[in-house]
């Protein structure tokens, strides 16, 4: 994955709350398990005028020419709930997307974010609401992952996050990676317990 220390970016609101992932990648537009050739179908019951058509809506804040290469967005609450697809944040990683912020995640969504480089940023409704506020204007909003900042012009908002998943995200490391980092230990570990328990490790 590649690390995510530091970014600025346009931040595209979209708050509502509940958006499920249904509606961040439709069914119909799953046509394989590849992480590959989703970011068309990203929102496609929203960005396109007819149901599987290809025609902008140009309504939709993500065909509007402020959000054009925005890596940033802004949702409302309980924002990936509904199934535990994760085409729906390989969707989101595919158009470009590497922070999203919103009031609340569905757990199994945020823990998918992690998994595939998207850092799932949880603030306020009000801090959310304050940095939506400077879309219209390109004000740009600054993601410090090290410090657990957001900082948009003077406005500074700090937030939380595991350990683990921050240094996923900084260091680009997936779950396998951190594990095999204390392949020293897991090793003694077997070393020790084969010295005691041998009949444990007899080959069939």
Partial sequence: MTPLVTLESRAVP???????????????????????????GLFAGWRYTAIGGREIDPAFVLNQ?????AQILLGGSNFGCGSSREHAVWALAEYGFRVVIAPSFSPIFQGNCIRNG????????????????GFADGTPVTIDMPSCE??????????????EARTMLIEGADAIELTLRHRAEIEG???????????I????
């Fill in 65 to 69: 020419p402020e959000g054009k290469g």
């Fill in 150 to 163: 957001v900082r948009m012009g003077l406005a500074v908002f700090p937030f939380s996050m595991e350990d």
């Fill in 189 to 199: 570990f077997f070393a020790r317990d084969a010295a005691v328990r041998p009949w």
């Fill in 14 to 40: 979209l708050l509502r709350d509940n958006i499920d992932t249904d509606a961040i990648i439709p069914s119909r537009e799953m046509r394989s398990v590849s992480k590959d050739g989703l970011a068309d």
């Fill in 118 to 133: 998207i850092a799932p940023i949880v603030l306020p409704r009000e801090a959310v609401e304050q940095i939506a506020a």
């Fill in 201 to 204: 490790y007899l080959a069939d």
